[in-house]
């Protein structure tokens, strides 16, 4: 059966003591491979975790007994996000537990490419028509409960206050509606490594002092038009880099003398 094949594969991959790494591809070093620092290389390194990472898409194994304590349905918020989920994770009916999403790590919804939504995790993308669903909240992502980067390009979307709870997350991206007051829903993302705002303005935005908060990003590119005062930025340790079209009469001072910033770009001018 398929199980006991998956069973049979995970065995003897666990059986290897050496997982691989980017230590056994002598063709290239690995960073310059692109996104080879993402690479799955303990499958990419280990044939029978290959066919058990596969087994585990096409037929993921069930919930552990500890899991099944805690394990829930899924009561959905919003019938648009619904529908997007099941297509995603291919269960277009039934129930859906909370079990059913643990794997995934990384999500993303996209809705301004054309007449569809695309719709991305881990491993799998699927298209969706448009026509018929209208996406209204994301609190539904809340059940991604081991969310670690998350991609939301909803332009209508004006409340993402659900991803303050999002507290796992190590990058986000974001493009919603130019109506976007605040971005409070930042402050508690502590692990934050990479925010991407760039898709989109945000004029209505003139408090950017949420990222004192956010000492692990080391990305942000953001556009925030009413913006003057950078310095928040340059007490960010860990920032390398920073694209920024804020206001025109900003002042650089900071920013430029903050040598841990790399990569600098303000108002589409390159500084370093």
Not at 35 to 55: C, D, I, Q, R
Not at 136 to 165: G, H, K, M, W
């Amino acid at each position: 059966s398929q199980a006991r094949s998956r069973r049979v594969a995970v065995n003897t991959a666990d059986s290897f003591t050496d997982l691989g790494g980017p230590r056994h591809i002598t063709t290239a070093r690995p960073e310059v491979m692109l996104g080879g620092e993402n690479w799955p290389w303990k499958y990419l390194h280990n044939p029978f975790a290959v066919s058990a990472y596969y087994m585990d898409i096409e037929s993921p194994p069930p919930p552990s007994e500890e899991r099944r304590l805690t394990d829930y349905e899924i009561r959905w918020i919003d019938a648009g996000m619904e529908i997007l989920v099941r297509a995603v994770i291919d269960k277009p009916e039934g129930t859906v537990m909370s079990s059913d999403l643990d794997r995934i790590e990384e999500f993303a919804v996209i809705g301004w490419l054309g007449d569809f939504y695309r719709v991305r995790t881990n491993d799998r993308t699927v298209e969706l028509p448009r026509e018929g669903i209208t996406v209204r909240s994301i609190e539904d992502l809340l059940e991604f409960q081991n969310l670690r980067a998350l991609d939301v390009e909803l332009t209508e979307l004006e409340d993402v206050r659900p991803i303050a709870s999002m507290t796992g997350l190590e990058s986000l991206s974001l493009m919603v509606s130019p109506e976007l007051k605040d971005l409070e829903f930042l402050r508690p993302l502590e692990r934050l490594k990479t925010l991407m705002m760039w898709g989109g303005a945000y004029p209505n935005v003139t408090d950017i002092s949420v990222f004192q908060n956010l000492t692990q990003l080391k990305s942000v590119m953001i556009i925030l038009p009413e913006i003057r005062d950078l310095s928040v930025f340059a007490a960010l340790p860990n920032l390398e880099q920073l694209w920024i079209n804020c206001h025109e009469d900003v002042n650089l001072d900071a920013v430029i003398q903050a040598e841990q910033i790399q990569d600098l770009m303000v108002n589409a001018q390159t500084i370093r």
